[in-house]
Structure formats: C-alpha cells, structure tokens
C-alpha cells in the first residue's frame, strides 16, 4: 500500500548522519543514553489525544532490526524495547496476562518458519523477568506462534501446535511417495505443572478435503512432498475459550471458524467454509483470523474476526476488515453487526495478505492491526467508529502479527536509569536520561559536583549497595528543590548551566518518591580536535569509511572549489584594478580636455575682445593650470596641439604622453 508521505515533519537532523538501515523506510529512534537501542519510532497519522482508550499498545514487529517486544504510549513515545532482555527468536503478540495476582507480560518465543513457528509461551513479571514458560506436551515438544493466550487468572494456557505427519495425498495426485501433511492442533496446558488439561487435532474432525488451498498452491501451503514442506491445509490461527469451557478456533486454509466442546472436542458449529452450519447473510470473510467470543447463549453467539481478506491469492474484500458477527441459533442465519474497514489514505487501505487482528477494548474502542503492514489503528466506541489512532513502524518490509492495548501494565525494572552527560564547551551541559520499561517515572531530579574525591566515594557506595547518597554536602542539586524535571518521553533531555563534571539522576513516582538513581556519570566534554564535529546537542556518528571517503572527496572539491573562487577574485581584483585606471584616466583626459576647451575658449574669446591685461591674466591662468594637470598622473595636455585636445579626451594624447602603465590599459582586449 503506498501512503502519502507521512504528517509528521521529517527533520532534517544535522547531528544524524550515519544512516541506520535505511531510516526513511524503517524510522528508528536515537536515545543518547541507551545506544544499544534500536527501536522504531511510531509514526503517527491520526491521533485524537481525548477519544483514545487508556493503556499502552504492546507489539514485536519483525524482519527488522531490532525484532523484539515494544511497548508505546498514547503519545507515542516508546516505553519498553525488549532487546536483549526477552532473549533471542521472533515474539509474537505481546499481551499483558494475569497470573498468581499481578498483570504480567505473555508472549510467544520461537523460530520463525513458512507461515509456523516452533517455540513456547514465556511469562514475565513487572521487573522484566521471566518467570516461566510453557511448553505444549505432544509429541513434539513445540508450540506455534499464532496463539499463547494465558486464561483463567494464569492458571492455565492455550496454544496451537502445527503438527506434521505422513499422510495418504493420493487424492491430491501426490501417489507416488510418501506425502506429509501439517494438522493444527491445540492444547491447553496448565501453567505451573505443564499438564496437559485439553488437546485437540484437526485431522480427527475435519477432512483436507475442505482446504481451499491445495499443496504447493502458495508461499506457505507447503507441497506435501517433503517432510520439511507439509501440506498446510488447515492453518489454525486463534483459540478462544468462554465461560462454559467450550472453545472457537479459526483456521485460515479452510476459511472457517469452529466451535470446539471442551467436553469432547466435537464440532459445536462451523461458521463458512465448504460445510458452513450457518447461511451468512450478505456478507462474506475469508482466511480469516482472530476470532474471539463476544458473548455467548443457547440463542446466540456474537464472535468477532479479523477477515484478512486475502491470502494474497485469492481476493474476498477489496481490504481487510474488522466484522463482528451475530450467529443466530434457531434461524442458522449469520449476521455481520460492524465491518469496520481501514483508514482510506490516497485510495488505498489495508489488505493484510497475512497476520493481523482486531480487539475490542474494555470502553469499547476497538483496535485492528494490519499485520502484513505495520500499522494499526484504534476506532472510537461511537457509532461511526472514528479513527482515534492511526500509525505506523514502518513502511515496507516490517511486519507486526498483532496488535493489542492493555491499561493494567506497571512496569518496574531491575535496572538501573541510563544517563549520559554532554558538554561542548565546559561550560553549559546536557544531561540525557532514561529508564527502559519503568512506568511510573513522572519527573527527574539531577545532582552535580565538581569534586573527584565525592563523585568516587558515591560511585563506590551505589556499586556495594542501593545506598543512599549520604554526602549531600559535596553534591548540588541542578535545580529548585521541588522543581524536579518532569519527564518526557523515553529520554528527557535537560539543559544546565554551568557544567558538573560529575552527575546522577533519580527518578520519581507521582508523589515524588525515589524509584531508583542512575550511576554517576563523568560529562563528556570533547577535545579540541573533535569539537568541530559537535553541536549544543552532542557530537555527530562516527563516520563509516565510505562516508569518511565521501567526506573527504567533499572536502577536496571543497578545497578545489575555493581555490577557484580565490583564483577568480585575485583576477578580478588585478581587473578591477586595471578598470580603475582606466576609468581614472578617461575621466581624467575628460576634465583636462574639458578644462582645456573651457579656457581655450576663455582666451580665444577675449583674445580680441578684451583688454590685454585680461588676456594675461588669462593666459596665466591656463598656463598654471595646465602645468598642474600635467603633473599629475591622469593629466595631459600641454599648451601645445591644444586645438587637438579638444573633445577628444585621451585619443587625442600626443605619443609622448602614452608612457608608463597605460600600456597595459591598451592592450588590455576588455
Ligand atoms: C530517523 O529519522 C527520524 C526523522 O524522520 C529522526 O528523528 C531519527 O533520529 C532518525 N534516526 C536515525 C537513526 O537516523
Ligand atoms: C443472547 O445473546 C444475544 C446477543 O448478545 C442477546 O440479544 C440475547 O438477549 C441473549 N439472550 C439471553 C437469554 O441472554
Ligand atoms: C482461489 O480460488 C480458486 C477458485 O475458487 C480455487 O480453485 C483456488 O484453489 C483458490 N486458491 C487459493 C490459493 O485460495
Ligand atoms: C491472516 O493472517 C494470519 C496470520 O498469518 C493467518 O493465520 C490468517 O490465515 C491470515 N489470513 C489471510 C487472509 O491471510
Ligand atoms: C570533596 O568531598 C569530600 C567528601 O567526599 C570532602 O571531604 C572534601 O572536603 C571535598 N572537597 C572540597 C574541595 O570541597
Ligand atoms: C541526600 O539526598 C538524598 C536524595 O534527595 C536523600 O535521600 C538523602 O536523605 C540526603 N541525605 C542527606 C544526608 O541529607
């Protein structure tokens, strides 16, 4: 899908220039304080602060480069990047779960295949500790991505299973070998012991037959031939579980969703498909996912779906969509209550070829991520469903499975808040901190001292234990007593004059109570010779070698360039030079042969008119002025030739007087 570029300003950022992975397609955040954090920014489109539902999103995009869990506020700042902290492998649909009494964070971990995984589920505390993980028990100790929903208050989970086995394909013209084919399959496991309380296989209740996607038919259908390539022609995508213990599942190949008895595993319903229970009435889905309960009664059952639409192949809507639909028992007649379509942009919306889904919050607004397209968007409660919420990861490539938004979630790290301190001059500062995941920071207090003994002996207290600093003495607060900094977004960025060269920082709960301080941190201050590359902010990237090489053809071209130009001038200059005399003396020779003519004309006029003294004095005038415009420089002009001067400036000169530097005048062709 192509979008206008998006609202957002792109800066143009003078401190980034090295390129990260091609950040105008994948925009990712620099944290001065955590550089080992590459999380993408949240572009935002849309975004109504008042109509949008309490919480933060939680997602784990994938194929990029940092693939792991992120959480984001309301405003879009980042608030947790799981790198390096939930382990390595692909997580898929980060939720917050309860389990013994508190909300923690449940996620699937794995190995990504064609269209499956092979992992677990895994469960995290508010600290950002695993606590425990759950592990299918089949025959193949693995669950897949699609679902790990942790139930009934953490007891107990569920999770699909993409199971492969040998199976008779001579029906689908594969006769000639053995054929292998992958069931979906469910389980669900209690938590603490890992028993298995419920199992459930495709294969045992419906038949390949009702598979609209045949072996080697798609990108993930597998072609059946190969133990590594099974014919996927179930594709289980959700599990849900109501309070009577029944379940729904949803299967992608067979575009339908079931009603599972958790007493038997007997087929309840099928909702679509090639054996549907139910006539829809007037609408359509296909390869759908996501399919939850709504609610549930012997008269009707209200499931919602994410009908992806698509499989890339075949085409059921113009755009994905989120449908809630209405299974009236008695009359067997499905209907859709809300298709809730994607934001139109430039004539184009969604049509998640795969992934996705949609999630109806506890006021009632619902989200829908578009997972082949790492994007998601939150729609109001209100009838018309405006579009709250509208952003993006990224623009190709990323893709996140799903999409949710959870209020309950405290975070509360082990670790320490990050701080980096800058300063280019020694005299003002920046002090950078953060606190990867910590929820309940409001605002920050920063202390500073230029006293190497202190700085030590605090450094040495805070590595032996969490103590306090004691030495309050040695060390001044960078600000107001009750004005702490408040925080904003992942990293607050705080200005100080004049410089500490020694510092740390606490964060604050609302009520100003202490959550945890940062290391004392020496200020950067760069040399002399880096100086040039830093601003207020801070220094520039390290180059790489090809920018490095860049630069410095930049710089010889520079240097090139204003050799040119000093070049030029100095001619221009000797040019300027030259034009100066040349004017000086055309100027000159005007008002000497002007001066001239005037006096030539005086005395020719008096010559006979006038009484002889007047003649004389005349005569003495020209005489005297005569000889001082010849003295100088641009004179000419004697009392001979005089006739010839006359209006004709310095073409009338006599040889003699052509000497000297205006030679150069002369021949000068300009
Ligand atoms: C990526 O671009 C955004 C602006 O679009 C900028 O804020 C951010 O710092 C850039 N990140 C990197 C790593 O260059
Ligand atoms: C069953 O559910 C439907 C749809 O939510 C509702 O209209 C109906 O009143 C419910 N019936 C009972 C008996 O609760
Ligand atoms: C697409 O639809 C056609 C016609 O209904 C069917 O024969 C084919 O198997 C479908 N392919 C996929 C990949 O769904
Ligand atoms: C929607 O995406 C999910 C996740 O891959 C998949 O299981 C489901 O079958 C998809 N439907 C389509 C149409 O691709
Ligand atoms: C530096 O701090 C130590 C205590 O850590 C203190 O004893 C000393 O007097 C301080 N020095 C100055 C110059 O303030
Ligand atoms: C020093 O300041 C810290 C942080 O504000 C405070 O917890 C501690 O009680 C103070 N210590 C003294 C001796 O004043």
């Keep these: 899908m192509r979008l206008p570029l998006p609202v957002q300003c792109w800066l ?91 909300a923690h964070l449940c996620f699937y971990q794995g190995v990504q295949m064609a269209g499956w995984g092979h992992g677990h589920g895994l469960i995290m505390d508010k600290h950002y500790r695993i606590v425990q993980s759950v592990e299918p028990a089949s025959y193949q100790a693995s669950s897949d991505m699609h679902e790990f929903k942790v139930i009934d208050e953490g007891k107990s989970a569920v999770m699909t299973q993409y199971l492969r086995s040998v199976y008779d394909l001579c029906r ?25 309380l419920f199992e459930w296989r495709s294969l045992e209740h419906i038949d390949p037959s009702e598979s609209y996607v045949g072996p080697s ?73 996501d399919a939850r309960f709504v609610s549930d009664n012997a008269t009707h059952t209200v499931i919602s779906v994410f009908d992806n639409g698509s499989n890339g192949f075949n085409t059921t809507q113009p755009y994905s969509t989120g449908q809630i639909i209405s299974l009236d028992h008695q009359t067997k007649i499905a209907t859709c209550l809300l298709n809730l379509a994607p934001p139109m942009v430039d004539g184009h919306a969604h049509l998640a070829k795969s992934q996705g889904n949609m999630q109806i919050l506890p006021n009632g607004n619902i989200v829908m991520g578009w997972g082949n397209d790492a994007f998601w968007t939150e729609y109001a409660a209100d009838d018309d469903h405006e579009v709250v919420f509208y952003g993006a990861l990224a623009w190709t490539n990323v893709m996140n499975y799903r999409v949710h938004k959870f209020d309950n979630w405290v975070g509360l790290p082990l670790t320490k808040p990050a701080l980096w301190t800058y300063s280019k001059q020694g005299e003002k500062m920046k002090l950078y901190v953060s606190w990867n995941g910590a929820t309940e920071v409001k605002s920050w207090r920063f202390y500073g001292t230029n006293n190497d003994t202190a700085a030590k002996s605090l450094s040495q207290s805070q590595s032996k234990s969490k103590g306090s600093n004691n030495d309050n003495d040695s060390w001044d607060l960078l600000h107001g007593d ?50 040039e590359y830093c601003d207020d902010l801070a220094c520039r990237f390290m180059p790489n070698s090809a920018e490095r090489e860049h630069e410095r053809q930049q710089q010889a071209e520079q240097q090139r360039e204003k050799e040119r130009q000093q070049e030029e001038e100095r001619l221009e200059r000797q040019r300027a030079k030259a034009r100066a005399k040349k004017n000086a003396e055309i100027y000159g020779g005007t008002f000497g042969g002007l001066a001239v003519l005037i006096i030539l004309v005086i005395v020719l006029a008096t010559r006979n008119f006038v009484s002889r003294p007047v003649h004389v004095l005349a005569q003495r005038v020209w005489s005297v002025l005569s000889s001082t415009v010849a003295g100088g420089k641009a004179g000419r002009g004697r009392d001979a030739d005089l006739g010839v001067g006359v209006g004709a400036g310095y073409k009338a000169l006599a040889p003699d007087d052509q000497e000297g530097d205006r030679a150069p005048m002369i021949n000068d062709p300009s």
Excluded at 41 to 53: C, D, Y
Excluded at 175 to 195: H, N, P, R, S
Excluded at 249 to 268: E, F, N, Q, T, W
Excluded at 496 to 514: F, I, S
């Design 172 to 196: 689908w013209n594969l006769c000639d070998g053995l054929g292998y084919i992958q069931q979906g399959a469910f389980q669900e496991v209690e938590v603490d012991t890992g028993k298995v």
């Design 482 to 531: 009750d004005a702490a900094v408040p925080k904003t977004g992942f990293e607050t960025v705080y200005d100080h004059t004049p410089m500490y060269r020694y510092t740390y920082a606490e964060a604050l709960d609302k009520n100003g109570q202490v959550l945890g301080a940062s290391a004392v941190e020496r200020t950067y201050v760069p040399n002399e010779q880096m100086r």
């Design 217 to 289: 038919t798609t990108e993930i259908s597998g072609s059946g031939e190969q133990p590594d390539s099974p014919w996927d022609y179930f594709h289980i995508n959700s599990i849900d579980k109501n309070a009577d213990g029944d379940y729904l599942i949803s299967a992608r190949h067979v575009s339908a969703v079931y009603k599972i008895s958790g007493v038997d595993g007997h087929i309840m319903w099928r909702l679509n498909g090639a054996r549907s229970d139910y006539r829809l009435d007037d609408f359509s889905f296909s390869f759908q996912h």
């Design 12 to 102: 143009a950022c003078l401190f980034v220039w090295r390129v990260v992975a091609d950040n105008s397609s994948q925009p990712i955040f620099i944290f001065r304080s955590r550089p080992d954090l590459v999380a993408p920014i949240l572009s935002v489109f849309t975004r109504v602060p008042e109509k949008l539902a309490p919480g933060y999103y939680f997602v784990a995009p994938y194929q990029q480069i940092q693939e792991t869990i992120h959480i984001y506020d309301n405003e879009a700042n980042l608030i947790y990047s799981g790198f390096g902290n939930v382990g390595p492998g692909i997580i898929h649909a980060p939720q917050t779960c309860m389990y013994k009494g508190e």
